[in-house]
């Protein structure tokens, strides 16, 4: 069984640097495309970004096109997700996700993926 675990969240200024992480147990991740989600308070879990098996594309939400980065280390089994210039409206709880087929493309649609973390909340204050 696949467990995805998060951290590297927390409280951080307007315009400060996170860089959270998503580590794998259970199963080689390196063949599976992985993605990053979140959710808000009051709202639903939302696409944040997504890698390809091979790290080598990537796609993100346009709203954090420019500041955020995904990449993966497949000899570690992690995945990492490097937040720069934080907003306020960036404050939500944080989760990886494994995509359920391998070698596929990255995707922005939550039913593709398969395994979940547990989530590490970020809070960006103002």
């Known amino acids: 069984q696949v467990q995805l675990v998060e951290s590297g969240g927390g409280l951080v200024q307007a315009g400060g640097s996170l860089r959270l992480s998503c580590a794998a147990s259970?199963?080689?991740?390196?063949?599976?495309?992985m993605g990053w989600f979140r959710q808000a308070p009051g709202k639903e879990r939302a696409f944040v970004g997504s890698?390809?098996?091979?790290?080598?594309?990537?796609d993100y939400a346009d709203s954090v096109k420019g500041r955020f980065t995904i990449s993966r280390d497949n000899a570690r089994n992690t995945v990492y997700l490097q937040m720069n210039s934080l907003k306020p409206e960036d404050t939500a709880v944080y989760y990886c996700?494994?995509?359920?087929?391998?070698?596929?493309?990255?995707?922005?649609?939550?039913?593709?993926?398969?395994?979940w973390g547990q989530g590490t909340q970020v809070t960006v204050s103002s």
């Open positions: 996700a494994l995509r359920r087929s391998l070698y596929s493309d990255p995707s922005s649609n939550q039913g593709d993926y398969i395994h």
């Open positions: 259970g199963r080689t991740i390196s063949r599976y495309p």
């Open positions: 890698i390809s098996w091979s790290g080598s594309s990537t």
